[in-house]
């Protein structure tokens, strides 16, 4: 399965982006999708999950701001990312894996998106 993700930018503190993560090559309704972050210096850390049910799981500092979605009939999995703060900052990758198992390591993804830049401004 081929994933590009898009929907980063720019954007000031406080703000709103979503990013979206396109599939093709597989249907996704099988896969736990994960949403992934990298900040400059940093190790790829985990922002949050939603299995093929719906079901979702984020990192406890992001809760509350950041809400995993998926659309199976057009092939998508979206973060949507409310209050922006600069520490925020990262590349954003999406991941799939198969099976129903909620995955928040790395190494438990089978594919990988290219990643999206988000910049948040103070």
């Known amino acids: 399965v081929q994933l590009q993700a898009s929907g980063g930018g720019l954007v000031q503190a406080g703000g709103s982006l979503r990013l979206s993560c396109a599939a093709s090559?597989?249907?996704?309704?099988?896969?736990?999708m994960g949403w992934f972050r990298q900040a400059p210096g940093k190790e790829r850390e985990l922002v949050g999950v939603?299995?093929?049910?719906?079901?979702?799981y984020y990192t406890d500092s992001l809760k509350g701001r950041f809400t995993i979605s998926r659309d199976n009939a057009k092939n998508t999995v979206y973060l949507q990312m409310n209050s922006l703060k600069p520490e925020d900052t990262a590349v954003y990758y999406c991941a799939a894996r198969s099976g129903s198992a909620t995955g928040t390591r790395v190494r438990e993804y089978d594919y990988w998106g290219q990643g999206t830049q988000v910049t948040v401004s103070s």
């Open positions: 939603v299995s093929w049910s719906g079901y979702t």
């Open positions: 090559g597989r249907t996704l309704s099988s896969y736990t």
